[in-house]
């Protein structure tokens, strides 16, 4: 592991430490009835720590078909994803009873794509970019599930202009991680491992850190505009 990779993975669990620490202060701050968005803010943000310092102590990835695949970066995204659309499910609806079988049809493909990248990851050319064609498949599929039916039971019942803002910023997000991929170790190999490892911290803090921050503030002034 190079020293620019260690670097990374370093601040990558000392930020997330750090944001699930400042979301325990802010949920203090949150009525009882939007404490869940600040259970799932804090729940995303150690799972993310965890897996970080995993990698950080050369215990989150292995050495397959000739170079290093950090399968943390997957155990972390395959449980951290579904807590995400579940946060932003919150904005769509009072209850997620309501919009279970949706939200389960959501995590069910956010957590294909995510294993059929991980194969992909574990593949070598040309089975590796077979996997990343399937696994965007189910990528469009989730986008399709996000801006389709979620957003206009967002519309209906819940709270569209926060939902509609979370939704555009995990889009942005979200869009960027199967470029990385492609252009990195796990596709084309066209960047460094280092700048390939920089990417994906900026990404995950980003669309960890930055999602619960706005997740966070928009539950609070949701629930004061109800007042």
Partial sequence: MSSGVQLSFTIGWIAMLLGGVLFWLA???????????GVAAMTIVFVAFANYLAMALGQGDLFFNGRTVYFARYTDWVITTPILLTSLAMFAGN????????????????????????????????????????????????????????????????????????????????????????????????????????????????????????????ARQGQSRAH
């Avoid at 949920?27 to 968005?37: F, G, T």
């Avoid at 949706?102 to 077979?130: K, Q, R």
């Fill in 95 to 218: 209850t997620l009873g309501r919009i279970a079988t949706l939200l389960a049809a959501l995590i069910a493909a956010d957590v294909y794509m995510i294993v059929t990248g991980l194969v992909g990851n574990l593949s070598v050319a040309p089975y590796n970019y077979y996997w990343w064609v399937i696994s965007m498949v189910a990528f469009f599929v989730v986008l399709g599930l996000i801006w389709g039916p979620l957003r206009r039971r967002a519309s209906e019942d819940g709270q569209i202009a926060p939902y509609s803002k979370l939704a555009g910023m995990l889009t942005a997000l979200w869009v960027c991680y199967p470029i990385v991929w492609l252009v990195g170790s796990s596709g084309a190999g066209m960047i460094s491992v280092d700048i390939e490892s920089w990417l994906y911290l900026v990404l995950d803090v980003t669309a960890k850190v930055g999602f619960g921050a706005v997740a966070l503030n928009a």
């Fill in 27 to 37: 949920s203090r701050r949150l009525p009882q009835v939007e404490k869940r968005h």
